[in-house]
Structures are given as C-alpha cells and as structure tokens.
C-alpha cells in the first residue's frame, strides 16, 4: 500500500509538497523546534531569523541526503497541519521527518500514518526506520508500535519496525 491523496486518512489525507508550501513548513518546523529548544524568551526578530535558517539548514541537508524522498503535506480539508518525508529503499522504508501541528497531535494522525507505513513495509518485506530526539515525547508512539532502538548517539535514537 502506498500514501498517497487518494488514499484519504480518516482525518486528513496527503499530497506533494510544492514550493508554495513554504510559509507553513516555516510555521510548521517553529512549532517543532520550539518545543525542542527554550527559544520563547529570546527577542521575537532572533528567534525568526534562527528557525529560518535551521529549516533552510536543514532543507538542504534532506535535500543532499535524501534527494529521492517523497515530500508530502498532511492536510486536513484545506488545511496544511503537517508534513510526511519518507524514503522506499530496497529493503528499509526510512521515516525521514514526520511533523504536525501542536493542536494535531495527539489525535491518532501520527498513529495512522505509521501503521500504514508499517503495512507497506511488511507487504514489501522491508523494514520501516526513523530517528527520534531524545527529548521528543514522540517515543512513546514508536514503543507502542513495536520500534526497537537500534543504537543511539548524542541526539538521536535510531529505531527499526520488522514485521513479525
């Protein structure tokens, strides 16, 4: 099974991230990093000129590492609320970024999505891997889905999903 519009998730369905995007993905990665870093108390112009260059930073590093990802918005109706960048490798299905708004997490989306994924991978006889911060309350969703760290470093832990 693969995501795409077509294939509409009870709460939202997906489609191509287009360069249009690009004042909600701002939006979007100030409400991710926001929660990972105390940026609330810096002056309002630094910390919309420091997230504006850790999302280009960022950009391009996807964009280097990971030239053949899929790139898709999450919406729900008309509305943008997060975004989907997965790659399909020969025997890994990698989660690259899952992000979505403050006010829809939570609610099952990310669930959803994952256990799709999870579907295709079993279907394709792949595994299905992501990175997760270590401070990201996201790592209760994978535990409960089955993920197992693979290792770690500084950052990040590294987590793989094998059908059983």
């Not at 409960?144 to 059908?163: A, M």
Request: charged fraction near 20%.
């Amino acid at each position: 099974m693969s995501l795409s519009r077509s294939n509409p998730l009870p709460i939202g369905s997906l489609r191509p991230e287009t360069a249009a995007d690009r004042p909600f993905l701002e939006r979007l990665f100030a409400s991710v990093r926001m929660q990972e870093m105390d940026l609330g108390t810096w002056p309002s112009a630094l910390r919309e000129s420091f997230l504006a260059s850790q999302l280009e930073f960022q950009s391009r590093h996807y964009a280097a590492a990971y030239p053949d990802a899929q790139r898709w918005v999450v919406e729900s109706g008309p509305l943008a609320i997060g975004r989907l960048y997965i790659v399909h490798g020969a025997q890994d299905i990698r989660v690259v970024d899952l992000s979505l708004l403050p006010t829809w997490r939570g609610a099952g989306l990310g669930t959803v999505l994952l256990e799709r994924l999870q579907q295709e991978a079993a279907g394709a006889g792949k595994t299905l891997s992501l990175n997760v911060a270590m401070t990201n309350p996201a790592q209760r969703l994978y535990q409960r889905l089955g993920f197992v760290e693979t290792h770690q470093d500084e950052v990040y832990r590294h987590l793989q999903w094998r059908s059983r």
